[in-house]
């Protein structure tokens, strides 16, 4: 047989799988304890496949972090990442250097046991060019049904049908073999599905296809209901499978231990039951068919029976669940009972003498009340959930955590907290959820007798400077998409200065939200809509019109500068190219248009516009390069020779820009940066006044005392401006600056840098972190530190550590300063044993 290379298709979201999927690919999901791709990729080393291509999308780097360059499992692996969703033909034309032999395609998200020999020995006998594999199913309405003639030639097929439709129970598995002459049929950087688009392609150039019907297990886990019964086909003996660990026979049971455990001899063991590394099981537990992950306790007397549980959880004594799946990081108080069934995700504290009543869901990070009964699924906006904003934003799932439903009452919640009549200022980015939701939160704020401006799709720093600049205006609202996170939507509120809401107006919006004290008014006072009455133009030409009223624009001109800039796909196209252009500014602007597939993606394609952005500023010789992230609001610089600045020469190239302005001036610059930004280099800067500290519960009156608020994420707010960061304008004041004292960029980061740096975030369970920072305050009383946004521990002069508990994550956040690489390491791995010592 000839050698085949296999393609792992492993970059789906998994919506459908949520909330299992909140911070894990589904490809990683756990199947007895072991990630479901890592179970195929076995597969595919005991049939010899020497070469494995791994096609990602979603959250790429835990896969790449886990399987790494394939040597454990003695395969190589190459990676590949579209850069935009392509469907799935279109997915593998991007892998396509790697594929010069016949190869395999299979998904990383499925549980079988066909044999894989049998179905390459059909390809080879008839000469396939292309090989589908097919099964039959009792329900194949979620699948392509398809029917092959006596020789195994496809004769018809037809993508997910309703049951009006279905003309067979045989359906397509996604399991293809491709010769690599077939990648020509498929169009490069297009979206193109193999069903839809590649398939009825191949017939109609009268290419034959053929499918062969695998004998076996074979199951696609779309959602939580068949991930749980994956698990109990397996302890069941439906599937043919490779149990992880030692085998053990234990009184009624088989055991499996993939590690140390220790079980308390009263322990009782049913069926299958397979436990992970230190794992603890206390006396009188009885588990029946069951999964246990990674240093999971157990307590006494407690039933756990076709369950799944992941790794570090405590269950606390006389405990019952019974078809649950219960994932890591999740605390389970003393007499819970879920004898119905219940998915419990990550991060969830379950209080005693909880009563699950029905097989319900409990999304990420809550915490339910002791002797709760929970009859319904817990997703954000529930009264079990005790906040909704961090620093002014709340952000969740579309339609899960954040629903119309839930929108509409934070509208009314918000409006509840201004008088009858006051308006307030709404806007979104270019994506129909940001649309969706928006138009429900405005039915919320118009109920409360509330006045709306619709500026519709703008950039959300044009909405906050109209806010600040109208004192007519009481606040503000604006609706985008997450970036870090594919599906999630943010919504943002903003108080009179265009300043997000601080924590005690979200208190008292979140009081109004879980209390449902919202302000009803008579049908004559509910609030009017501006939208078709209202001019954006002039909204737009008001914030134009002040940054060219600050910037002198003439002398960009006059000197002629020139400039590289990627909007990436964002809204900022709305306003800056014409912003460019009516100053006279030469310039090219890449990616000014709207692309929902690339914003889904959009970190990754970063690291390619840098590059691209460097190679053409240094071939047209350029003065500059910038990369302005979609909302308007993040910089990232390339100087003139093609460096692409990190974000430390970012900021200390700003910071130099500023002071020599102030000495040419002879005057003096307030700055105020976070806790975390170096502060080794602050000695050459003679002219300015930096201060750090923690500056979010900042009012308009204290911002405007400084003439720049920085971090060091390439976020600056000049508040000559506006009190909030701008990339737009920070961008033009840059080229202003550069001008006016005749300097290029990479000028003014040659200050030294050679100091050691390093941000890092240590993984962390929630309930953990007070520990954490409690042990390292104890640390810190014996030596100087600092208290303000984190803890900061000097270890001598400018050599320091810092610590922050990451809001929305899993992790500690440490950052260390040192005066050169040797000490900055010693002293990273030192804190870091520390934590994991701390976590234990």
Same mark, same amino acid.
Request: hydrophobic share 40%; charged share 25%; aromatic share 10%.
């Given at each position: 047989?000839? *050698?085949?290379?296999a393609?792992?298709?492993?970059?789906?979201?998994?919506t459908?799988?949520?909330?299992?999927?909140?911070?894990?690919?589904?490809?990683?999901?756990?199947?007895?304890?072991?990630?479901?791709?890592?179970?195929?990729?076995?597969?595919?080393?005991?049939?010899?496949?020497?070469?494995?291509?791994?096609?990602?999308?979603?959250?790429?780097?835990?896969?790449?972090?886990?399987?790494?360059?394939?040597?454990?499992?003695?395969?190589?692996?190459?990676?590949?990442?579209p &850069?935009?969703?392509?469907?799935?033909?279109?997915?593998?034309?991007?892998? *396509?250097?790697?594929l010069?032999?016949?190869?395999?395609?299979?998904?990383?998200?499925?549980?079988?046991?066909?044999?894989?020999?049998?179905?390459?020995?059909?390809?080879?006998?008839?000469k396939?060019?292309?090989?589908?594999?097919?099964?039959?199913?009792?329900?194949?309405?979620?699948?392509?049904?398809v029917?092959?003639?006596?020789?195994?030639? %496809?004769?018809?097929?037809?993508?997910?049908?309703?049951?009006?439709?279905?003309?067979?129970?045989?359906?397509?598995?996604?399991?293809?073999?491709?010769?690599?002459?077939?990648?020509?049929?498929?169009?490069?950087?297009?979206?193109?599905?193999?069903?839809?688009?590649?398939?009825?392609?191949?017939?109609?150039?009268?290419?034959?296809?053929?499918?062969?019907?695998?004998?076996?297990?074979?199951?696609?886990?779309?959602?939580?209901?068949?991930?749980?019964?994956v698990?109990?086909?397996?302890?069941?003996?439906?599937?043919?499978?490779?149990?992880?660990?030692?085998?053990?026979?234990?009184?009624?049971?088989?055991?499996?231990?993939?590690?140390?455990?220790?079980? &308390?001899?009263?322990?009782?063991?049913?069926?299958?039951?397979?436990?992970?590394?230190?794992?603890?099981?206390?006396?009188?537990?009885?588990?029946?068919?069951?999964?246990?992950?990674?240093?999971?306790?157990?307590?006494?007397?407690?039933?756990?029976?076709?369950?799944?549980?992941?790794?570090?959880?405590?269950?606390?004594?006389?405990?019952?669940?019974?078809?649950?799946?219960?994932?890591?990081?999740?605390?389970?108080?003393?007499?819970?009972?879920?004898?119905?069934?219940?998915?419990?995700?990550?991060?969830?504290?379950?209080?005693?003498?909880?009563?699950?009543?029905?097989?319900?869901?409990?999304?990420?990070?809550?915490?339910?009340?002791?002797?709760?009964?929970?009859?319904?699924?817990?997703?954000f906006?529930?009264?079990?959930?005790?906040?909704?904003?961090?620093?002014?934003?709340?952000?969740g799932?579309?339609?899960?955590?954040?629903?119309c439903?839930?929108?509409?009452?934070?509208?009314?919640?918000?409006?509840?907290l201004?008088?009858?009549?006051?308006?307030?200022?709404?806007?979104?980015?270019?994506?129909?959820?940001?649309?969706?939701?928006?138009?429900?939160?405005?039915?919320?704020?118009?109920?409360?007798?509330?006045?709306? %401006?619709?500026?519709?799709?703008?950039?959300?720093?044009?909405?906050?400077?109209?806010?600040?600049?109208?004192?007519?205006?009481?606040?503000?609202?604006?609706?985008?998409?997450?970036?870090?996170?594919?599906?999630?939507?943010?919504?943002?509120?903003?108080?009179?200065?265009?300043?997000? %809401?601080?924590?005690?107006?979200?208190?008292?919006?979140?009081?109004?939200?879980?209390?449902?004290?919202?302000?009803?008014?008579?049908?004559?006072?509910?609030?009017?809509?501006?939208?078709f009455?209202?001019?954006?133009?002039?909204?737009?030409?008001?914030?134009?019109?002040?940054?060219?009223?600050?910037?002198?624009?003439?002398?960009?001109?006059?000197?002629?500068?020139?400039?590289?800039?990627?909007l990436?796909?964002?809204?900022?196209?709305?306003?800056?190219?014409?912003?460019?252009?009516?100053?006279?500014?030469?310039? %090219?602007?890449?990616?000014?248009?709207?692309?929902?597939?690339?914003?889904?993606?959009? =970190?990754?394609?970063?690291?390619?516009?840098?590059?691209?952005?460097?190679?053409?500023?240094?071939?047209?010789?350029?003065?500059?390069?910038?990369?302005?992230?979609?909302?308007?609001?993040?910089?990232?610089?390339i100087?003139?020779?093609?460096?692409?600045?990190?974000?430390?020469? #970012?900021?200390?190239?700003?910071?130099?820009?500023?002071?020599?302005?102030?000495?040419?001036?002879d005057?003096?610059?307030?700055v105020?940066?976070?806790m975390?930004?170096p502060?080794?280099?602050?000695?050459?800067?003679?002219?300015?006044?930096?201060?750090?500290?923690?500056?979010?519960?900042?009012?308009?009156?204290?911002?405007?005392?400084?003439?720049?608020?920085?971090?060091?994420?390439g976020?600056?707010?000049?508040?000559?401006?506006?009190?909030?960061r701008?990339?737009?304008?920070?961008?033009?004041?840059?080229?202003?600056?550069?001008?006016?004292?005749?300097?290029?960029?990479?000028?003014?980061?040659?200050?030294?840098?050679?100091?050691?740096?390093?941000? *890092?975030?240590?993984?962390?369970?929630?309930?953990?972190?007070g520990?954490?920072?409690?042990?390292?305050?104890?640390? #810190?009383?014996?030596?100087?530190?600092?208290?303000?946004?984190?803890?900061?521990?000097?270890?001598?002069?400018?050599?320091?550590?810092l610590?922050?508990?990451?809001?929305?994550?899993?992790?500690?956040?440490?950052?260390?300063?040192?005066?050169?690489?040797?000490?900055?390491?010693?002293?990273?791995?030192? =804190?870091?044993?520390?934590?994991?010592?701390?976590?234990?």
């Amino acid at each position: 047989m000839r *050698e085949y290379t296999a393609v792992i298709m492993a970059g789906g979201f998994g919506t459908r799988i949520q909330p299992l999927t909140h911070s894990t690919p589904k490809p990683m999901l756990p199947v007895t304890n072991i990630p479901m791709m890592e179970h195929i990729l076995e597969k595919l080393v005991d049939f010899g496949m020497k070469e494995v291509v791994i096609l990602l999308y979603y959250k790429p780097e835990v896969i790449k972090n886990y399987f790494g360059d394939g040597s454990r499992w003695g395969v190589k692996i190459n990676y590949v990442l579209p &850069d935009s969703d392509y469907g799935t033909a279109g997915a593998v034309k991007k892998a *396509e250097e790697f594929l010069n032999k016949p190869f395999l395609i299979i998904s990383g998200d499925l549980v079988t046991d066909f044999d894989l020999k049998k179905i390459f020995a059909f390809h080879e006998e008839k000469k396939s060019k292309l090989t589908i594999t097919l099964t039959t199913v009792n329900n194949p309405l979620q699948f392509g049904i398809v029917i092959v003639n006596e020789d195994g030639e %496809i004769e018809q097929f037809l993508e997910k049908p309703s049951w009006g439709e279905v003309f067979s129970d045989t359906i397509n598995t996604g399991i293809y073999i491709i010769e690599p002459e077939i990648l020509g049929f498929i169009p490069k950087n297009t979206p193109f599905d193999f069903s839809k688009d590649l398939f009825p392609k191949l017939m109609n150039e009268g290419i034959k296809l053929y499918g062969y019907t695998a004998q076996g297990y074979w199951r696609d886990v779309g959602n939580p209901d068949s991930y749980r019964d994956v698990h109990i086909d397996i302890f069941n003996g439906k599937v043919k499978y490779n149990y992880p660990g030692r085998r053990i026979r234990y009184l009624d049971g088989i055991l499996h231990l993939m590690g140390e455990a220790k079980i &308390d001899k009263s322990v009782e063991i049913v069926g299958e039951v397979v436990l992970d590394n230190g794992v603890v099981l206390e006396k009188g537990v009885k588990l029946q068919n069951c999964s246990i992950g990674k240093n999971t306790k157990i307590g006494m007397n407690s039933k756990i029976r076709d369950s799944i549980v992941w790794e570090n959880v405590e269950i606390g004594e006389n405990c019952v669940f019974d078809y649950s799946v219960i994932c890591k990081n999740t605390i389970i108080e003393n007499n819970v009972i879920a004898k119905n069934g219940c998915v419990i995700a990550e991060n969830v504290k379950v209080g005693k003498l909880t009563r699950i009543e029905k097989d319900v869901t409990i999304w990420p990070d809550k915490e339910i009340e002791p002797a709760s009964i929970v009859t319904s699924n817990v997703v954000f906006g529930t009264k079990l959930k005790n906040a909704i904003f961090e620093n002014g934003i709340a952000s969740g799932k579309v339609n899960t955590e954040i629903s119309c439903d839930m929108a509409c009452r934070l509208g009314e919640a918000f409006g509840s907290l201004f008088p009858k009549g006051a308006k307030i200022m709404v806007g979104r980015d270019e994506t129909r959820n940001a649309r969706m939701l928006k138009r429900a939160f405005v039915g919320g704020l118009l109920s409360t007798g509330i006045d709306v %401006i619709d500026l519709k799709a703008l950039p959300p720093t044009v909405l906050r400077f109209n806010v600040n600049a109208n004192n007519k205006i009481a606040g503000g609202a604006y609706f985008r998409l997450a970036l870090s996170s594919p599906g999630d939507i943010e919504i943002i509120l903003y108080n009179e200065f265009g300043l997000r %809401i601080n924590s005690s107006i979200s208190k008292a919006l979140e009081k109004n939200y879980f209390n449902e004290k919202f302000r009803r008014v008579e049908f004559s006072e509910v609030g009017m809509i501006h939208d078709f009455d209202v001019n954006i133009f002039e909204y737009c030409n008001n914030y134009e019109n002040k940054i060219k009223e600050i910037i002198d624009h003439q002398i960009i001109k006059d000197n002629e500068f020139k400039i590289v800039i990627d909007l990436m796909f964002g809204i900022t196209k709305e306003v800056f190219p014409k912003l460019l252009n009516e100053m006279k500014i030469e310039n %090219i602007i890449l990616n000014a248009y709207s692309d929902e597939n690339r914003l889904l993606n959009i =970190y990754n394609y970063k690291d390619r516009a840098k590059k691209e952005i460097s190679k053409i500023v240094t071939s047209l010789k350029f003065d500059m390069g910038a990369i302005i992230f979609p909302h308007g609001q993040r910089l990232n610089l390339i100087t003139e020779k093609g460096e692409v600045l990190d974000k430390i020469k #970012a900021l200390i190239a700003v910071l130099n820009l500023l002071n020599i302005d102030a000495k040419a001036g002879d005057k003096k610059y307030k700055v105020f940066l976070p806790m975390w930004a170096p502060d080794y280099m602050d000695e050459n800067f003679k002219y300015l006044e930096i201060y750090r500290g923690k500056y979010s519960s900042f009012d308009y009156k204290k911002i405007k005392e400084y003439n720049l608020i920085a971090t060091i994420d390439g976020n600056f707010a000049f508040t000559e401006f506006a009190p909030h960061r701008d990339a737009m304008f920070s961008l033009l004041k840059i080229m202003e600056l550069l001008t006016r004292h005749d300097l290029k960029l990479s000028e003014i980061t040659g200050i030294e840098t050679n100091f050691y740096y390093k941000k *890092e975030k240590i993984e962390c369970p929630q309930f953990k972190k007070g520990k954490v920072m409690k042990e390292f305050l104890k640390i #810190a009383k014996n030596k100087k530190y600092k208290k303000n946004g984190g803890i900061k521990v000097y270890e001598e002069d400018n050599n320091w550590v810092l610590l922050i508990p990451d809001e929305t994550s899993e992790h500690i956040k440490i950052y260390i300063q040192a005066e050169n690489s040797e000490i900055g390491e010693k002293m990273f791995e030192h =804190y870091k044993g520390l934590i994991n010592k701390w976590i234990a």
